[in-house]
């Protein structure tokens, strides 16, 4: 069974840039989470995705954006950076509507540092 | 929205000693209570959890108790080990059946041999 993969690992960008961060999702999870955890911080949600479509947002702007594609694998997209958002972004997968579909399984995720 | 409140912020114990870890949740229909360790560089990993229709769970040297009517839940570590050094974060799970949970804010432990 693989877990779920983030790519990259780590990332630089200067304020104003835009950014995609990548995740592949465990093994038969259909539903990928994204989250910004920043330093000394619990996972703030940003939004779900379920069957290609946004299934809820947290509160974040709408220069947070994501996608995600038939394979389940999602992308999260930010415009305009800003240094606050320099942060650890973690993504999450759950199968839902199987067994197991309360709990999230993490990647390692993506650290970005906006300069 | 849900409101989780951890405690304490950092816990420093020697090993071998006993760690409790407390959260609070302001929705009371929230239904399951997950627990994640995380290690430096990764991300959060499950370790255990509670469904509001149980008290207790335990799982060898972690147990996890929950009081619905007061609407807090514990973890507890027994007979610890420099290895369980990392970061514990709570959570209660959205009631509106999306299971999108919120976290509480991580408990720094710190085991010294």
């Known amino acids: 069974e693989t877990g779920v993969t983030q790519s990259p690992t780590h990332l630089i960008k200067t304020r104003g840039q835009q950014v995609t961060l990548r995740c592949s999702s465990q093994?038969?999870?259909?539903?990928v989470s994204w989250y910004q955890q920043a330093l000394g911080q619990g996972p703030q949600f940003i939004f779900q995705?379920?069957?290609?479509?946004?299934?809820g947002r947290g509160n974040f702007p709408p220069r947070f954006s994501g996608l995600q594609f038939p394979n389940y694998s999602s992308e999260l997209n930010v415009n305009a950076l800003e240094l606050d958002d320099s942060a650890l972004y973690l993504c999450a997968s759950t199968p839902r509507g199987l067994e197991g579909a309360d709990t999230q399984y993490f990647g390692p995720g993506t650290r970005l540092t906006v300069l | 929205g849900e409101n989780v409140e951890q405690h304490p912020s950092t816990l420093s114990v020697q090993e071998g000693d006993s760690a409790v870890i407390k959260c609070t949740y302001s929705?009371?229909?929230?239904?399951?209570f997950p627990w994640y360790k995380q290690e430096l560089g990764k991300g959060p990993q499950l370790i255990i959890d509670?469904?509001?229709?149980?008290g207790e769970k335990k799982d060898q040297r972690i147990a996890v108790t929950l009081n619905k009517t007061a609407k807090h839940f514990s973890l507890h570590i027994t007979e610890t080990q420099p290895e369980d050094s990392a970061v514990y974060f709570c959570?209660?799970?959205?009631?509106?059946?999306?299971?999108?949970?919120?976290f509480g804010r991580g408990t720094s432990l710190i085991v010294h041999p």
């Open positions: 093994s038969g999870h259909n539903t």
């Open positions: 509670i469904r509001s229709n149980v």
């Open positions: 995705y379920y069957r290609e479509e946004e299934n």
């Open positions: 959570a209660a799970n959205d009631s509106g059946g999306s299971y999108i949970p919120t």
């Open positions: 929705d009371s229909a929230s239904n399951y």
